[in-house]
């Protein structure tokens, strides 16, 4: 069973930085994409920064500059480090692979259980 582990969340102050790690329990044959999306309460979910297989990374507009997305030397492995964290950053992180398990099985989406993340002094 394919499963996606978050790792690095907590509490910090505003202004403070986190790295969360993300890694898949198996290797896939091909991954398409990997992301960082979250979740605040009472929000819907929503993708916070990509990085493809053309190795193109993007972000939602208020984490640019302060968020980065990279890909571990294990290639089922990826994190994001967050500087300058802010209140409004506090939220459930969730990473997702896009990827095909084995060769000439159908790409589909894969999700961590989620790492919490709060920002507050």
């Known amino acids: 069973q394919v499963q996606l582990v978050e790792s690095g969340g907590g509490l910090v102050q505003p202004g403070g930085s986190l790295r969360l790690s993300c890694a898949a329990s198996v290797s896939f044959f091909s991954i398409f994409a990997m992301r960082w999306h979250r979740q605040a309460p009472g929000k819907q979910r929503e993708l916070v920064a990509a990085?493809?297989?053309?190795?193109?990374?993007n972000y939602a507009d208020s984490v640019k500059g302060r968020f980065t997305i990279s890909r571990g030397y294990a290639q089922n492995t990826v994190y994001l480090r967050m500087n300058s964290l802010k209140p409004e950053d506090t939220a459930v992180y969730y990473c997702?692979?896009?990827?095909?398990?084995?060769?000439?099985?159908?790409?589909?989406?894969?999700w961590g259980q989620g790492t919490p993340v709060t920002v507050s002094s």
């Open positions: 997702n692979f896009r990827a095909r398990l084995i060769e000439n099985s159908d790409p589909r989406d894969y």
């Open positions: 990085f493809t297989s053309a190795g193109n990374t």
